[in-house]
């Protein structure tokens, strides 16, 4: 490899008349270049975005990931280039447990049974959060890094460069400015040189005028200084039109920034209705389970001692008498709108959010509700109310 003294050289020189001019700027011994108004204004915005930007990455991630030593291993595995071991989240660590605990009580049992369905739905809310942290990472997490350690970093980068543009433009309007009192004290002096002898006799005017000739030394610099200028100026105002290229570029970024995070609002949306559906979904398979024990995991009472289940039979073989067959209980239930307790025939699943499941054997409560079709009643069970055929239920006395 070549090694360039001169180049060496300059380089130094340049670095030290920057060192020099930024300490004089510190200590106010020398004048600075003021950027413009509008330049200025581009630089405080992307710092903000910056700022902002890092806390909320920061922030999102610890959303999306609240353990704080595992956001540290996936962070080192990312540095190393190495692909994250895939582990079981908390939801599906869960419904594992549950579903071993309701294979161990028997799923024939209706508390085994339960336990089995929670952990499979559990296993559901673990895979959508799975899906969810994934989709974020990638439509909004990903998007935001790369703004900081791809863009903002060229614009730091062009940003030191204008600042180095500008030390350099100052030292060359202070070195012009020396040149320049150095080129006036030497004319001031040589103008009111003596003659003759006088020159030779006055051995203290000899000094100033090998002081005046040293000084000539910077005015010949003169016409060195204003090019050096010229140039310092030129280079200086190209630096600045490219950095405030880039910062311009900041309301772009906003404007991306902005699509991701509807990405981002979008995939919560469709996680929390997912979340939100499976949880219905397991309401309803619970709500079909008999409520017979209290608190105390005493029988609510002795009629409901015992728990059997029954299939329900084909539709074709269910009884389905009509209105003129009805029971006189049944006709005195809707001509006095009062309640009355009903046994449960057959399981029945509901068909929509209106009507209550039931299971073979449980008692509920049910009532006739004006207007409704002379096929169904208003049943309830516990805090949990909706419309049940009649031809799956027998009116107790």
Known sequence: MEFNVRRLAADAGTFLSRAVQ????????????ELDAH??????RAESTKHWTEKIMKQTEVVLQPNPNVRMEEFLYEKLDKKVPTRANNHELLGECMIDSGHEFGPGTAYGSALVKCGETEKL????????????AINF????????????????????????KRLD????????????????????????????????????????FLHVRWLKLWTEEVQQAETELRIAQSEFDRQAEITRLLLEGIGSTHAHHLRC?????DAQAAYYAQCYQYMVNLQKQLGSFPSTFSNNNQPASSSSASVSVHSAPPAASLPAPPPSQTSPALNELRSTSGTRKARVLYDYDAASSSELSLLADEVITVSSVPGMDSDWLMGQRGNQKGKVPITYLELLN
Do not use: C, W
């Open 169 to 208: 433009l100052d030292a060359a309007k202070n070195r012009m400015k020396k040149a320049r009192v150095a080129d006036a004290r030497s004319a001031e002096l040589n103008s009111s040189s003596p003659l003759g002898e006088e020159y030779v006799a006055h051995f203290s005017y000899m000094l100033s």
């Open 22 to 33: 930024l300490t004089e700027e510190t200590f106010g011994q020398a004048e600075k270049t």
């Open 261 to 265: 995070l509807n990405d981002f609002v």
């Open 125 to 136: 809310l673990g895979s959508a959060e799975k899906e969810f942290i994934h989709s974020s």
């Open 39 to 44: 330049l200025e204004t581009l630089l405080i």
């Open 141 to 164: 997490l990903t998007p935001f890094r790369n703004f900081i350690e791809g863009d903002f970093k060229t614009i730091s980068k062009e940003r030191k460069l204008l600042q180095n």
